[in-house]
């Protein structure tokens, strides 16, 4: 069984569009989080939920909206994509006890 | 707030080579230090952590020592294999509930055989 499962894994879309990306884990944890990676493998956090509480970055552009309908989903939806978007968004649960993270497979968005 | 600062990659080693990747970090109080792998395709993975002072991670060969004094936990092996080509991300996170995970630019380390 896949812990943290994202889909989908791949996304191809045209600027302007509305986009969104599921992510699901079966870990149990409390704390989830999406992530935005470059081109260079930067990674970037883009936000938190904790138990209904949702920790926004200030850099991320409001386009993006988090929603978790319980604590096992945080979706992410993109609105008016832009060619900048273009990433690898992957999606994180935290276990809380050791701190660590596990990561989904990622999805590779491409904004044409 | 909280930084990571990797050695900038890519890492070219030959089969068998010793590998060091270097890791400092900037933070208040005492963090918990991680070091993620990537494979290619992949999502990140845990490699190895430590959770306080003198702490050493180990894991696959790897091995990593949380020093307070000069606040680095470099990433050490002392034989790679071609199977460890990946990138390697160096983390810190604070130890309060929530908090989120502090990444370093990631390091590509390149094996050849």
Request: glycine content about 8%; overall charge neutral.
């Amino acid at each position: 069984d896949t812990a943290v499962s994202q889909t989908p894994k791949y996304l191809v879309t045209q600027m302007g569009n509305d986009k969104s990306i599921k992510c699901e884990q079966n870990l149990g944890h409390d704390t989830m989080y999406w992530y935005k990676q470059d081109s260079k493998k930067f990674l970037k956090i883009m936000f938190s939920y904790n138990n209904k509480e949702l920790i926004i970055n200030e850099t991320v552009p409001n386009r993006f909206s988090p929603k978790s309908p319980d604590k096992a989903h945080l979706n992410l939806h993109i609105n008016s994509l832009e060619l900048g978007d273009s990433a690898v968004y992957f999606c994180a649960s935290k276990q809380m006890a050791t701190g660590e993270l596990f990561f989904g497979e990622g999805s590779r968005l491409t904004v044409l | 707030g909280d930084s990571v600062t990797q050695m900038e990659g890519p890492v070219t080693l030959s089969e068998e080579a010793f590998l060091t990747i270097n890791c400092t970090y900037t933070a208040t109080g005492y963090p918990s230090l991680f070091w993620y792998v990537q494979y290619p395709g992949e999502g990140l993975q845990l490699l190895l952590k430590a959770t306080k002072a003198d702490d050493k991670g180990s894991n696959k060969g790897f091995e990593a020592t949380y020093r307070k004094e000069t606040t680095s936990f470099h990433l050490e092996k002392g034989s790679v294999q071609v199977s460890d080509s990946a990138v390697y991300f160096c983390a810190l996170a604070q130890n309060n509930a929530g908090n989120m995970l502090t990444f370093g630019g990631g390091t590509r380390l390149m094996v050849k055989p």
